[in-house]
């Protein structure tokens, strides 16, 4: 358990205006020992706990910080659980966690994050309607993340919910100039880590190929998009392209990793936009079954590929891909058919 005994007795030395030599004096100690304990360098003995704690005029457990640990403990479960229930679709229990939390916790920054995107329907595809309806919550929560956070993601986020908001209220170019101020994608913590690593060394080709990982996924969606949201072209032309690409892309064995990737995302924004969109139903099934064959077939690679098993642990939460393809494939197909027969072969 990390105690933050040594933060508080810094902190609270300084709010009462008392230099090192002066605490160690009343305590009867040497100024070494606090300057240790401050820098955590070392704990201060157990009989000191008591003497420290009356002097500052709180008690042990707040000298600890152990008050502080416990709710930091239990935000932290609040946030997995809501991301976990989320992710198994149960929005509603979600909505009604974060709601509670936001009540209990009002000035935890994570919990507002949660809670504002929550409220206005998630990161992406947002209702204008339903962000206008919101518009003083959403503006008071952003700017109280982006005045006290020092997290960058969240501030991040906080950042393009306002840009969204300009957005939906008509102030499009000022939208697009708050947006236009956030970093570039080469700016990315990911390609500012494949930097840091002298390109002879193993650090660099881990991060490289983590990079390519992330990246190919990335460009199977947008390479699909661009098709998908093409206004210029009707349903069977887009189902036509999109099947011509897949085609082009198949055949690619495990050293070229990147390609599969690519294929694999292709197939899932194929067959989740396409389903939204009520394409034709025979190309709808056979692109979640193809997704699903990829997602085996990731897996097995990653059985062999440590590297690609750890990307799949960070970026999804698990090892297997194929569990979680299945869970977001929507219960009209799982109960169609003819998607249940193509499975099974």
């Keep these: 358990m990390y105690l933050k005994v040594g933060e508080n007795i810094k902190r609270l030395r300084h709010q009462h205006n008392i230099t090192q030599e002066k605490l160690a004096a009343a305590l009867n100690v040497s100024s070494a020992a606090v300057s240790k304990w401050e820098s955590g360098d070392t704990y201060p003995d157990i ?5 420290l704690a009356y002097f500052f005029k709180i008690s042990v457990d707040e000298l600890l910080g152990y008050d502080e640990m416990v709710v930091e403990e239990e935000i932290k479960q609040i946030i997995k659980k809501y991301n976990s229930l989320r992710w198994d679709l149960k929005y509603d229990e979600a909505s009604e966690l974060i709601v509670k939390a936001r009540n209990k916790y009002p000035q935890d920054y994570r919990i507002m994050h949660s809670y504002i995107f929550d409220l206005v329907g998630g990161l992406a595809d947002n209702d204008d309607e339903v962000l206008r309806k919101h518009e003083a919550e959403i503006t008071k929560i952003t700017d109280m993340i982006l005045e006290g956070c020092k997290e960058e993601r969240l501030r991040l986020d906080a950042v393009t919910l306002k840009a969204k908001l300009l957005y939906a209220l008509g102030e499009k170019y000022e939208a697009i100039n708050l947006l236009n101020t956030l970093p570039s994608f080469y700016h990315s913590s990911g390609q500012r880590l494949e930097q840091l690593y002298s390109k002879s060394s193993k650090e660099y080709l881990k991060q490289l190929n983590l990079n390519m990982y992330e990246l190919a996924e990335f460009v199977g ?32 064995s495990e050293d070229d990793l990147a390609f599969i990737l690519i294929r694999k995302c292709i197939f899932a924004e194929a067959s989740a936009k396409g389903y939204r969109m009520g394409w034709n139903e025979d190309f709808i099934i056979d692109s979640y ?3 699903l064959k990829l997602s085996k077939e ?8 440590p590297l690609l098993r750890e990307y799949n642990i960070a970026t999804y939460g698990y090892e ?19 998607f249940n027969k193509q499975l099974k072969v």
């Design 298 to 305: 990731l897996d097995e690679i990653a059985k062999r590929n």
């Design 221 to 252: 969606g947008k390479i699909a998009r661009t098709i998908i949201f093409d206004m210029n072209l009707n349903q069977d032309e887009k189902i036509a392209r999109l099947k011509n690409l897949m085609e082009k892309l198949s055949g690619f």
């Design 289 to 291: 079954l193809q997704s």
């Design 47 to 51: 009989t000191m706990l008591f003497p």
């Design 320 to 338: 297997e891909r194929y569990p979680v393809t299945y869970k977001f494939i929507p219960e009209k197909i799982k109960n169609n058919e003819k």
